[in-house]
């Protein structure tokens, strides 16, 4: 029996293989280009693929794709054979560096938000080195970038890695104002907790609203649900057991580094996280992992369950993003050290994440953005719309005696002086966690909590290593032309805590008084994708982007364009699942559940005349009254979805679907929900929550 050191990567071109595999020049300049952004050299290429594709054939692979993230927020793949015709009519296993390097699919068929008109269909893949070749389902899956004929990028990775250089830049020149000369680069690492819910696959397939949106569009309250807390944390079924240990193997197969699985809060719901690793590598494994998670489900019989708020009345999904900064020589940027030097670079790039979260607090906030987030935000198990930052008691203390220069009154009494005495070692866990806050200081990382659970963790940390990255620089900018360095060190941090500590709350995220104490602090409170998407094209965000290089004006604009059409898209098609489901199965059910309780009735006086059969009589008062009420209701659903198509503009097209149509919804699902409580279990056309959510 295979252990897990031995089957851990064994489907990846991993380091390991490539020494094995490549003659030691080629794989000195492989690892070279990769080290310094190069364009790999033809010939060098070439080897590569070659060894890859032996590799590749020895496992039993015939094919090869570029693995790419369009901006559908999933990944695509285009599958080509290595067969090469020989005149005899044979063929043979051919795989060109020009094939590794470069693939061209359709680019006007992925969204572009406007980049790309349908005749425009060119587009390029580009194999991304930094992250390993493997084999999936018997399918050699090369990572590539996607961009158009015209350079523009068309996916998620290119804007990651150029956002992880923009941060590299600015935090190398920080370090070298420390001193540090042995750092050569800095990279952000991340580690997502993925949550998920589990269901029989049998009653999901009986489910038009799951099987078309991924969530519940109706569905009554069962008797129980969470309010035992008897669920998290407790024994694993065994049939989810061996679900786990089923996607363990899989996803270790692929190097990817599960570590931590568990019962989540609400009834079916788990959890998996992973070892952290860069930033990259983590969302190519995060799209894999989620995935698989689905395929490894529909082995055993079950459907796997990515959208943020499958049921109501019971916790969502989330994505928690654990987020550092880290050197090469494996220094942690955020850890606050033992000695001054250390506190004293740990305070300076603890400063400048509070100065970007606080400027940036739209683009953050918009970076979690979606339908299915909407749902889950500010719920019980997740953090409020609010971005705002949780640090701890005792951290927080500190930067108050910094700002003030007053004693501080924790271990140490004397006067704050930064990076030269006194700040006190801080432990990596001196205070409790805050579950209500949207980015809260770990101890050496910051837990960003807002992502949902089916997004691609590619556009939140975009946002974080880019602003993050531009206050280093500023920083940079103002240090490196300093006379007095020490001076300006603590001036600059004093100032900086104190124009932008606003953003620091360590209270309740769910206290109504939050909101109004957030509201005279001048944060932003965007309660819905659509109050949040149009921020996007700001004229400081458009700024922001364009000087690192992360994006063009026009591609920030196209990607918020997709966004919103995506929203709309989203809550169009439950609209219509909705219709669906109450003018096809809820009414006629109701119907025929009506029409027995009436032939109870009839049936009941012919033989006894005395009876009144009251309870018969006000059940279907109640439940015709009901159907009359859901009727209209979903001729108002009916009404708000065909005038959301007088609007050409996806911002206002947006704004209208969350004024009216997602209003409208929640109208139609209350009355059905009622109906449904009423009705017989037999007549009811799908499975009830009870079973969805207590079958495994």
């Known amino acids: 029996m ?51 594709k032996d590799w590749a054939v020895e496992k039993g692979v015939t094919h090869f794709t570029h693995w790419f993230q369009p901006m559908t927020g999933i990944t695509a793949e285009k599958h080509d054979s290595f067969i090469s015709p020989l005149d005899d009519g044979n063929v043979i296993m051919e795989f060109s560096g020009k094939e590794l390097i470069k693939g061209e699919p359709d680019a006007s068929s992925f969204p572009s938000g406007g980049l790309r008109a349908t005749f425009e269909a060119r587009g390029y893949t580009a194999w991304d080195p930094t992250s390993y070749a493997f084999i999936k389902e018997n399918v050699l899956c090369i990572p590539t970038a996607f961009c158009s004929y015209s350079g523009e990028a068309l996916d998620k990775k290119t804007p990651l890695l150029r956002s992880m250089e ?8 920080i370090l070298r104002l420390f001193g540090n000369t042995t750092a050569t680069r800095v990279l952000t690492t991340v580690g997502p907790e993925q949550e998920y819910f589990l269901i029989d696959k049998e009653l999901y397939l009986k489910r038009k609203d799951l099987r078309f949106t991924g969530r519940t569009l109706f569905g009554a309250k069962p008797p129980k649900g969470q309010e035992l807390e008897d669920h998290y944390f407790g024994s694993i079924k065994p049939r989810v057991a061996q679900f786990m240990a089923d996607l363990d193997q899989e996803l270790w197969k692929l190097g990817i580094l599960a570590k931590t699985e568990h019962n989540e809060v609400a009834p079916a719901q788990h959890e998996l996280a992973p070892i952290f690793t860069n930033t990259n590598i983590a969302t190519d494994h995060n799209q894999l992992t989620m995935e698989l998670m689905k395929k490894v489900a529909d082995r055993h019989g079950l459907a796997c369950l990515l959208h943020e708020k499958p049921f109501a009345g019971v916790n969502g999904s989330g994505k928690h993003n654990n987020w550092s900064i880290s050197t090469n020589t494996g220094v942690n940027l955020l850890d606050p050290g033992k000695t001054p030097y250390e506190n004293a670079q740990f305070l300076l790039f603890l400063t400048a994440v509070i100065k970007a979260v606080d400027e940036y607090q739209d683009l953050l906030r918009l970076s979690v953005a979606t339908a299915g987030n909407d749902h889950r935000l500010g719920a019980n198990e997740a953090p409020p719309a609010i971005v705002s930052m949780f640090l ?24 704050m002086e930064i990076g030269v005495d006194v700040l006190p070692h801080f432990p990596k866990d001196t205070t409790d966690r805050n579950r209500t806050s949207p980015f809260a200081f770990t101890g050496n990382k910051f837990e960003f909590r807002m992502l949902g659970s089916t997004l691609s963790i590619s556009g939140p940390n ?3 290593n880019t602003i993050v990255a531009e206050e280093l620089g500023q920083f940079a900018d103002e240090l490196e032309n300093a006379s007095d360095f020490k001076a300006a060190l603590g001036g600059l941090i004093k100032r900086t805590i104190k124009e932008h500590k606003r953003i620091i709350f360590n209270g309740n995220g769910y206290d109504d008084a939050w909101i109004t104490e957030a509201e005279s602090r001048g944060l932003l409170n965007l309660h819905s994708t659509a109050d949040a998407l149009p921020y996007f094209c700001a004229d400081k965000n458009l700024t922001l982007f364009e000087k690192h290089h992360i994006f063009t004006r026009q591609e920030v604009r196209s990607r918020c364009e997709i966004m919103l059409e995506n929203y709309c898209k989203v809550l169009s098609i439950e609209a219509l699942t909705m219709l669906e ?36 009589i006000k059940m279907v008062s109640k439940l015709s009254s009901l159907c009359n009420c859901l009727y209209v209701k979903a001729d108002n659903l009916d009404k708000a979805v065909i005038g959301a198509k007088t609007y050409a503009d996806p911002a206002e097209a947006a704004s209208y679907y969350r004024q009216y149509v997602f209003a409208a919804m929640q109208e139609l699902r209350a009355v059905a929900d009622e109906i449904e409580g009423m009705v017989g279990e037999k007549y009811w056309p799908y499975p009830t929550y009870g079973a969805l959510l207590f079958s495994v």
């Open 2 to 52: 295979s252990t897990v050191p031995d089957i851990f990567g064994s489907m990846v071109f991993n380091d390991a293989t490539m020494k094995e595999r490549l003659p030691k020049e080629t794989y000195r300049a492989l690892k070279k280009t990769v080290r310094e952004g190069k364009i790999l050299d033809i010939t060098v290429a070439n080897v590569v693929a070659n060894a890859m």
């Open 462 to 464: 975009i946002v974080l």
């Open 581 to 616: 489901m109450v003018k096809k199965d809820i009414l006629p059910a109701t119907y025929s559940y009506i029409k027995r309780l009436s032939d109870t009735a009839v049936s009941a006086r012919s033989l006894c005349p005395d009876l009144t059969c009251e309870s018969e």
């Open 392 to 415: 701890g008691d005792e951290l927080t203390e500190i930067l108050k005696a910094i700002e003030s220069g007053s004693a501080y009154n924790g271990t140490v009494k004397e006067e």
């Open 166 to 173: 923009a941060i590299n830049t600015q935090a190398l020149r």
